[in-house]
């Protein structure tokens, strides 16, 4: 199988959003876009969870020394974003207080419509701390989400919205002319006199 293969960094998208009204969390374009959503991506220094597991059930039986097991209970593990701190603004710190809840959205492969590649977390800010040090490194807080409903992954990303028309002028009325003066240009050449 021949693949393209790409590094998350640079390609990889992540929104917060505010609301999705489908029943199915499918956000459109325009919940995917300002004032509902709000790009994170620029701030975000490391990511951790984000990953649904399951909680395999073991079925020994009597009949084999083999202990088999069974699907069990799905489970999202602990989620969380730590972010670089803005030394003047606190955007993001205002975005995602304690007990905010909303929707994080990865476009996994970058905004590319069609692409079934968008992973929807129905989400709520469990806690938020700075992190201190002494190190030579940039000031950063985390955010740390519950993971409040099943996850819709493997989403197709929302087509783009249709470009904006140019405004069309107004149509001159026919009773307006428009006068045009030509003006000839004349070429003079000096001759020596013999």
């Known amino acids: 199988m021949s693949q393209q293969r790409f ?12 609301e999705i009204h489908a029943k199915a969390q499918t956000p459109t374009r325009a919940e995917l876009s300002r004032p509902n959503a709000t790009e994170l991506t620029e701030a975000i220094s490391d990511v951790e969870g984000w990953a649904l597991t399951n909680e395999a059930i ?23 974003f730590t972010f670089y701190e803005d030394k003047v603004s606190d955007d993001v710190e205002q975005l995602l207080p304690k007990g905010a809840k909303g ?60 470009p904006k028309p140019l405004p ?16 000839a240009a004349a070429t003079v050449s000096a001759h020596d006199d013999d």
């Open 7 to 18: 590094m998350r960094r640079g390609i990889t998208k992540i929104f917060w959003l505010k």
């Open 58 to 80: 073991e079925t020994p039986d009597l009949s084999s020394t083999f202990t088999s097991s069974i699907p069990g209970e799905d489970k999202a593990e602990d989620s969380s």
């Open 103 to 162: 929707w994080v959205v990865f476009l996994r492969k970058g905004d590319v419509p069609g692409s079934k590649s968008m992973d929807v977390f129905p989400a709520q800010v469990a806690s938020r701390s700075a992190q201190y040090n002494t190190g030579n490194e940039a000031a950063k807080f985390q955010v740390s989400y519950t993971i409040t409903d099943p996850p819709a992954l493997d989403v197709a990303v929302p087509a783009a919205s249709p």
């Open 168 to 183: 069309v002028p107004p149509d001159h009325p026919d009773d307006e002319s428009v006068d045009v003066t030509v003006v």
